[in-house]
């Protein structure tokens, strides 16, 4: 088992900047990539970024250029930086976590989730 905490939401002013972070406790050894997601009220979950512990990242393209994913292996912690964020950004943000491991005869990978950290940002 993998617990994810969040912090650092809360509410900015657009065209500023915040940063979130998200540290892995428990079995974390089996940890090959972590990433944030979100939701926004009345829209799907969607994924915003990611990272595997090679340092390869994937962006959403709504979000490309604007944020930026990083992590530091040895805390088994990510960010997540956010710059020149819009309302449109305004969103609950989850971290994620995937897990991949041998069980004899094949790989098992599974996925954990944070509670979420809200992000607003004001016009």
């Known amino acids: 088992q993998v617990q994810l905490m969040e912090s650092g939401g809360g509410l900015v002013q657009a065209g500023g900047s915040l940063t979130l972070s998200c540290t892995a406790s428990g079995d974390s050894r089996n940890i090959i990539a972590m990433g944030w997601s979100r939701q926004a009220p009345g829209k799907p979950r969607e994924p915003v970024a990611d990272?595997?512990?090679?340092?390869?990242?994937k962006y959403a393209d709504s979000v490309r250029g604007r944020f930026t994913i990083s992590r530091d292996n040895a805390k088994n912690t990510v960010f997540l930086q956010i710059d020149s964020p819009t309302p449109e950004d305004t969103a609950v943000y989850f971290c994620t976590a995937k897990t991949r491991q041998w069980y004899g005869d094949s790989f098992q990978d599974l996925d954990y989730w944070g509670q979420g950290t809200q992000v607003t940002i004001s016009s």
């Open positions: 990272i595997t512990t090679a340092g390869s990242t």
